[in-house]
């Protein structure tokens, strides 16, 4: 088993790449604290995982709140010994994120509150319980739009997610000495409750996928085995990193450095 003996943290994890890669940590040996606000679907993974004979818990957890993050961290050493794996992956898209002119500062501030204050906050009370484990990995979910502008406007969620970005790189510099390794996860549009809910017209559901060199829609499964090979040992050698597992869009767009 690929995690056997650790332990892990994952927001977002009642639905989507979330659940899906909690379900597969649980799988690959992993001991895991699933947190959402959803708790009825949360408890639905978390009874899933436990019924294939792994072990996980449920909390609910507002990434945006401190005091909900630094209780997180606590209950999974607590519960658990320790914490190796910290997946902060929660995140929201709103149906009124559009361009600078149309989109509130409301939907705009709390953009950025969950998507990257979240992964603040996930990071400042969990790097000290990866240092006391010993050192691990930090997955921060991002998306192929910190590289590149979205065809379809939504400049909250672009921001949100290019500042992600930057952030991992920075942290993974500050605590490679340390054993602590910080990657971001960008994946490509896929076909999640999140993205679809979003695109909820066949032109916009077009105009994302014509740009996306494999031709389909990513799956959130195909995520949680890439937040796998971060996770996992394999990828020892691998700090700071985007990766990208995105149907080849930054590839066709992105211009090389």
Known sequence: ??????????????????????????????????????????????????????????????????????????????????????????????????????TSEEVFDRTLKINLKGVFLGCKYGIPALRRSGGGSIINTASFVAHLGAATPQIAYTASKGAVLSLTRELATLHAREGIRVNALCPGPLQTELLMKFLDTDEKKQRRLVHVPLGRFGQASEMAQAALYLASEESSYVTGAAFNVDGGITAAYVTPE
């Open 1 to 102: 088993m690929r995690l056997q003996d650790k332990v892990a943290v994952i927001t977002g994890a009642a639905s989507g790449i979330g659940k899906e890669t909690g379900l597969l940590f649980a799988k690959e040996g992993a001991r895991v604290l699933l947190a959402d606000l959803n708790e009825a679907d949360g408890l639905a993974v978390r009874r899933t995982i436990q019924q294939a004979g792994g072990q996980a818990e449920f909390m609910r957890v507002d990434v945006a709140s401190a005091k909900d993050c630094k209780a997180m961290i606590q209950r999974a050493e607590q519960r658990f010994g320790g914490l190796q794996v910290l997946f902060n992956n929660a995140g929201i898209m709103d149906a009124e994120d559009g361009d600078a002119e149309s």
